[in-house]
């Protein structure tokens, strides 16, 4: 079976479109110099240990975290006893530090192959996702009020969407036939993201991820409803043809130091570099790996400690398209 991937001109401007821009990171588009060592050299500097794991060590980080939802779900279910005035705030606490924690869930298992971890792994190495970019500028494009609802819009339902439909993805053509939609979708067993040993992979991830959902409708109906920037950033350049290769695109990514959430989020957030050049390294390594390697990765090592909700902001405004012709692309505007 022949499979080609094609790159998404959604999300990309020709220079035919009229629409130039202006290069969100001029600076560092014009100090670009591509690395002059390899994947090895990088882990050379690594102590070795931190590329042992621990069963033991791993789902006690799981336990914990089971251990504070279990907790706030005990504090949730005790506001009613709480003051009227301080239970609307007693609920906000509650979601946003759920939320957090769940978070952390989530990465958890992406680190540790659970289910949400077995389509990221399946498809990681063979997805470059892009901003979406379409259409001529309308007139409120760059009003503040437009960009709050995009990014609204893109949190909440960006993601399942893309899930979804692939959307922002790589169209593939196999066998001659061109495949997009919900047929490139990352929960579709016969879609092109995945090789055909990975068939039963994704059939039982579905299962367990049908299964969680209705966990979730199930409480929901109970208790009541409630209710990413690691890889864009204007000095993060977009690699085509032969610029791009394993290690060059797992350095396009950006390390942010988002305070406490860190935490929260087992240092996913701080050591992302690490992550993608080693993601079989446990999580609770990366700090020390990060450490190691700064220095020798040099101006290739990407690190921006905006706070989270301003470096949002500074993605979503700068980083709106790049062209579709050269092989070394930058964010424009």
């Not at 279910?77 to 530090?97: D, G, K, R």
């Amino acid at each position: 079976m022949s499979k080609v991937r094609q790159r998404n001109n959604v999300s990309s401007k020709t220079a035919d479109s009229g629409i130039k821009g202006k290069l969100a990171a001029p600076e560092a588009a014009k100090k670009f110099s591509r690395p002059n060592f390899t994947l090895k050299e990088i882990r050379d500097r690594i102590p070795a240990h931190c590329f042992q794991r621990s069963a033991l060590k791993s789902l006690s980080y799981v336990a914990i975290d089971l251990s504070m939802i279990a907790g706030l779900v005990y504090f949730a279910s005790n506001i009613y006893l709480m003051p009227e005035i301080v239970q609307p705030f007693a609920w906000v606490f509650y979601w946003v530090f759920q939320a957090f924690v769940g978070v952390g869930i989530w990465i958890l298992a992406h680190d540790m192959v659970f289910l949400p971890y077995t389509r990221s792994q399946l498809t990681g190495k063979k997805e470059q996702v892009e901003e979406m970019y379409e259409g001529d500028e309308p007139l409120l494009q760059d009003a503040p009020i437009t960009h709050v609802f995009v990014l609204f819009l893109m949190l909440v339902f960006g993601f399942p969407y893309y899930l979804l439909t692939n959307i922002g993805g790589n169209s593939y053509i196999v066998d001659g036939k061109p495949y997009k939609g919900w047929k490139t979708s990352h929960y579709y067993p016969w879609s092109p993201l995945f090789e055909k040993n990975q068939f039963m992979g994704i059939i039982y991830s579905d299962i367990g991820m049908i299964l969680w959902i209705g966990v979730q409708v199930a409480l929901g109906l109970k208790l009541g409803w409630q209710v990413p920037v690691l890889h864009t950033d204007p000095v993060v350049p977009h690699l085509n043809n032969d610029e791009w290769d394993f290690m060059r695109g797992a350095l396009c990514t950006v390390d942010r130091d988002w305070g406490f959430l860190n935490v929260f989020f087992h240092h996913i957030t701080d050591t992302h570099v690490v992550h993608h050049l080693f993601s079989t390294m446990p999580f609770y390594h990366a700090q020390e790996a990060t450490e190691a390697v700064k220095a020798f990765l040099g101006e290739h090592y990407l690190k921006d400690d905006t706070p989270c909700l301003q470096a949002l902001w500074k993605s979503k405004t700068l980083c709106r398209f790049v062209e579709d012709e050269g092989d070394v692309l930058w964010y424009k505007y």
